[in-house]
């Protein structure tokens, strides 16, 4: 046997080893790989199932008390103008609308209180004072009694927190530059 026989022998057994050991490691990935994916899946999906209905029982289970600032993101402007429709036997909303019994509503969000050129407003609503901002809103039309004592709006308010939001969004959109939502 000379040099280059043992040479191209030595070749061989190197590649058939090559080949074993590949062949198992290629079966081991194989098999790990698949064995985890379907292990994953099964835990995976329990998990969300129980969590989810976990967290909305609790939800249902301890109303908190409104902040509305969170709830405006998700809040639609579609919903908003179907329920701005309780406030048009007294409010116009549209830009150069007029006052009726109550003060005209276009660029309403970020207003002075009792700020509508030309309407007679209650004592209490002009010496209340500050802007109709996003927490301020929310607190007058859940209920104007509460939050301006005195006023003359005859509205008894939206007692559902998403149709406010609705609402307050919409009132946002009624302007040529609306505000920025927080
Ligand atoms: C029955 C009539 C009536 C209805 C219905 C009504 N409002 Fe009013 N609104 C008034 C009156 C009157 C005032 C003036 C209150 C005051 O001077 O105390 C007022 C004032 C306001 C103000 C203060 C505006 C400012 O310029 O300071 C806002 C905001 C408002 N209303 C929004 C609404 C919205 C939104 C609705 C519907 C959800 C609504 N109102 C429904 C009569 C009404």
């Not at 835990?43 to 409104?66: F, H, Q, R, S, T």
């Not at 809103?137 to 104007?144: G, H, N, T």
Request: charged share 25%; net charge positive; with cysteine.
């Amino acid at each position: 046997m000379n040099a280059f026989e043992l040479n191209k022998i030595m070749g061989w057994v190197l590649a058939a080893a090559l080949v074993i050991v590949g062949g198992q490691t290629f079966m081991e990935i194989y098999a790990d790989g698949h064995g985890d994916g379907q292990e994953k899946k099964t835990a995976y999906a329990i998990e969300v199932e129980g969590g989810d209905a976990d967290k909305k029982e609790k939800k249902a289970e301890a109303p908190k008390a409104l902040d509305i600032k969170p709830l405006l993101a998700s809040a639609s402007t579609d919903l908003g103008a179907k329920v701005a429709k309780k406030c048009k036997a007294c409010h116009t909303f549209e830009k150069g609308g007029k006052n009726k019994v109550g003060p005209a509503l276009y660029e309403v969000v970020n207003r002075d209180l009792g700020g509508a050129a030309g309407y007679a407003y209650s004592s209490a609503l002009k010496e209340k004072g500050g802007k109709w901002d996003y927490d301020a809103l929310a607190a007058f039309l859940k209920s104007p009694k509460k939050f301006l004592p005195g006023t003359k709006m005859a509205f008894s308010g939206i007692r559902k927190d998403e149709q406010l939001a609705s609402l307050i969004v919409y009132l946002r959109s009624l302007s040529d530059n609306p505000a920025k939502l927080p």
